[in-house]
């Protein structure tokens, strides 16, 4: 038996065996199983050095392992150089090989309601912050990053300017990456003038943590407002853009496709489908 897992601490709240068992079994995937693994931070480094020996084939990471397995790894795909951090693994060999597909799966999510040479808004500066620039940037948007300690949304601002050639080669980009605006936090609602896609990649709003406080009266009523988060599926960002005639696009979606990308590294010849059964399947364990 062949296996994967999802890592993290704690890790009993993943969706991830619920979404990857179930491709498991449409696609027809034999002598495989998906599993949620606690892994402690100080055994990061011994469980990913045995994977191999263990029979793992690959591993999905999630929080607090995504930047500190970097280290461990001998090779990473170009969007895992420019966020920091890693969210898959898979097993070549001796070799393990870390990709993130964060980006990615925001891109698939909203890909129909992308605009090229937009204008965001994003709220926050973590890691998933990083993979929505990775995401929006190559697209000729121009962003705007707000998050309530400012010195980290400079640093992001910082570290795609040095790596700005980097993207454009790797990913093909043709035009000049427009630079990454910051704004003071106290700041957030007046920048919201004139930009057409507005992204909280906080985990205020997810359920056991804060609400995301903000208004949405300088937004203009046709601009999309998205959140990562997933639980609740209608934040009370999305719902006061609801209430304020915006479209919005729920966070579940970015979880799936980011984890279809996963699958597809693994399983290069299988076809996983994000579709309604699997969101109703994933929703009902949400609900549990």
Not at 17 to 38: F, L, M, R
Not at 47 to 64: E, H, Q, S
Not at 204 to 210: C, D, H, P, S, T
């Amino acid at each position: 038996m062949k296996k994967l897992a999802v890592l993290g601490y704690p890790i009993s709240h993943s969706l991830s065996p619920t979404i990857h068992n179930y491709w498991i079994d449409k696609c027809g995937i034999k002598d495989v199983i998906y599993e949620a693994v606690e892994v402690k931070p100080e055994n990061l480094e011994h469980f990913i050095k045995n994977m191999a020996a263990d029979g793992y084939i690959g591993v999905n990471l999630t929080i607090p392992h995504k930047e500190a397995v970097m280290q461990y790894l001998n090779k990473l795909d170009t969007v895992s150089e420019l966020v920091g951090a890693v969210n898959t693994i898979k097993v070549e060999g001796d070799t393990l090989f870390g990709c993130n597909t964060d980006a990615l799966g925001f891109f698939a999510n909203l890909e129909k309601s992308i605009d090229d040479n937009g204008k965001a808004l994003i709220i926050g500066a973590g890691g998933a912050a990083r993979a929505v620039c990775v995401a929006l940037l190559p697209c000729g948007y121009k962003i705007i990053i707000s998050n309530r300690t400012k010195q980290r949304a400079i640093k992001i601002a910082e570290d795609f300017s040095e790596r700005e050639k980097k993207i454009l080669d790797k990913l093909g980009v043709l035009q000049e990456l427009h630079k990454i605006e910051i704004v003071d936090w106290e700041q957030k609602e007046a920048a919201m003038s004139d930009i057409s896609l507005l992204v909280n990649t906080t985990s205020l709003g997810m359920k056991g943590q804060g609400e995301l406080d903000i208004s949405l009266n300088n937004l203009a009523k046709d601009a999309l407002v998205t959140d990562i988060v997933y639980n609740p599926l209608i934040t009370k960002l999305l719902e006061q853009a609801q209430t304020c005639g915006n479209p919005i696009v729920d966070g579940l979606g970015m979880l799936l496709y980011q984890a279809q990308a996963a699958f597809k590294l693994w399983f290069p010849d299988s076809n996983p489908v994000v579709n309604e059964e699997l969101r109703n399947l994933v929703l009902a364990k949400l609900k549990s």
